[in-house]
């Protein structure tokens, strides 16, 4: 079992940048996956990227040389760094995970545990 808390979501003026933290519980976190998910206003949940335990982390096209998923497993967590926020980026964001390393890891049905949450808004 892991428990996921996301932190730092804020409300910001666009161009801002915002890192969120996803602290998980649990010795073995290393050994998953991790994804971050946003929902915005009125929309469904959007895949925004994500971190395996090897290799480089996979993005959106929308937050490509944006966003930065990177991990400190000595501290069990997973960062997502936005920089140059945009006023589309409002929404949700959760963090997800998962043991499983193979297949894409794109959608919320790959990931067993998630998160509660945390707000981000961007003004304009």
């Known amino acids: 079992q892991v428990q996921l808390v996301e932190s730092g979501g804020r409300l910001v003026q666009a161009g801002d940048s915002l890192r969120l933290s996803c602290a998980a519980s649990g010795r073995t976190f290393s050994y998953y996956a991790v994804g971050w998910f946003r929902q915005p206003p009125g929309k469904g949940q959007e895949y925004v990227g994500s971190?395996?335990?090897?290799?480089?982390?996979n993005y959106t096209d929308s937050v490509k040389g944006r966003f930065t998923i990177s991990r400190d497993n000595a501290k069990n967590t997973v960062f997502l760094r936005m920089n140059n926020l945009k006023p589309e980026d409002t929404a949700v964001y959760y963090c997800?995970?998962?043991?499983?390393?193979?297949?894409?890891?794109?959608?919320?049905?790959?990931?067993?545990?998630w998160g509660q949450g945390t707000q981000v808004t961007v003004s304009s």
């Open positions: 997800a995970a998962t043991r499983r390393q193979s297949g894409q890891l794109l959608t919320g049905n790959d990931y067993d545990y």
């Open positions: 971190i395996r335990n090897y290799g480089e982390p």
